[in-house]
């Protein structure tokens, strides 16, 4: 039986979530729309850039001014890189896992020149067998598109889960119908998380070492 675990990055691999939303907070305070509160921002940080401007402020929004706003919060993010530091247990996670024999694969609706740098920050190359970003599906999450597609990608496996930090990485796994570990370290709260669909809530990555996740995993449909 092939097991594939597929990981988030942001906020899940490297404590970047909010370092994001502050990217973004000050591209909308160098345009020219509202600035919506730091708060709202945050909570959509999970979702692709695609999808994050006519969440938090509205379809207008993003008409007038989406591609402008993305541009500007790929140029703010660009110096706060040097801040961002791995998640503790992240890499030992990877590794551990693939010494498992379970299949891994990265899955992110950031931008690809960012995961391929936490990839690096990491040292996790040797281990992956996929690295899907936004730019490789139409959608992002919480639709299910990035997760099917990194599926389709590692190959013909059995049984899957995802790990993820947002509500919206829980949506789109139970989307594209298998499971989700949350993490605590994007800033959401248990219960939300879990009331989402979460089957099992944990701080960080390191809290999942020991973890069963064979217990976790659903079958690939």
């Known amino acids: 039986m092939t097991d594939a675990v597929?990981?988030?990055?942001?906020g899940t691999l490297i404590d970047s979530t909010y370092h994001h939303a502050l990217a973004w907070h000050r591209a909308w305070a160098a345009s020219n729309a509202a600035v919506p509160p730091l708060w709202r921002i945050h909570r959509a940080i999970g979702m692709g850039g695609d999808r994050l401007v006519a969440h938090v402020t509205d379809d207008a929004t993003e008409q007038s001014y989406g591609d402008r706003l993305r541009q500007q919060w790929r140029q703010?993010?660009?110096p706060l890189r040097k801040e961002v530091l791995p998640l503790p247990g992240a890499?030992?996670?990877v590794h551990r896992l693939r010494d498992r024999g379970n299949v891994v694969a990265l899955a992110s609706s950031g931008d690809p020149q960012f995961a391929q740098e936490a990839v690096g920050l990491l040292g996790i190359a040797d281990n992956l067998a996929a690295l899907l970003t936004s730019d490789d599906v139409d959608s992002s999450k919480p639709d299910p598109d990035l997760i099917g597609e990194t599926l389709k990608a590692v190959g013909p496996v059995d049984r899957a889960v995802f790990v993820g930090d947002t509500v919206h990485d829980v949506e789109s796994a139970?989307?594209?119908g298998i499971g989700c570990i949350a993490l605590l370290s994007g800033g959401y709260g248990r219960a939300e998380l879990e009331e989402a669909g979460?089957?099992?809530v944990v701080e960080t990555p390191g809290d999942l070492l020991e973890v069963d996740l064979p217990a976790l995993?659903?079958?690939v449909r």
């Open 174 to 176: 139970r989307r594209a």
């Open 6 to 10: 597929l990981l988030d990055i942001d």
């Open 91 to 93: 890499a030992d996670l």
């Open 76 to 78: 703010e993010y660009l």
């Open 217 to 219: 995993l659903s079958a």
């Open 198 to 200: 979460a089957v099992l």
